[in-house]
């Protein structure tokens, strides 16, 4: 149904330090949702407690370049990855 799984393993992450930890550390796991309009999807969201994690990024190279990310953390600390495919 047009859904993807990808199982990464991050290896030089450094170990977390707190109780606050990235999605890129070791045994942090997140979900991706796939959207059309990331500043739409950030605005929309932050309505309802969730937070960017910085600013959108953009993939620059490789297959996947110009596909823009970003990280939001929502009301109960839960991490969520928003992808906005390259057009």
């Not at 330090?17 to 950030?42: C, E, F, K, N, T």
């Not at 959108?56 to 600390?77: F, H, L, N």
């Amino acid at each position: 149904a047009d859904q993807r799984v990808e199982l990464l393993e991050y290896r030089s992450a450094p170990a977390a330090s707190g109780p606050i930890r990235q999605p890129y550390q070791p045994g942090m796991a997140h979900l991706a949702l796939r959207v059309s309009d990331l500043d739409a999807a950030i605005a929309g969201i932050a309505v309802h407690g969730w937070h960017p994690q910085g600013r959108p990024m953009a993939i620059t190279e490789g297959p996947r370049s110009g596909t823009r990310v970003m990280y939001v953390v929502g009301p109960d600390g839960e991490t969520v990855e928003l992808i906005q495919p390259a057009d």
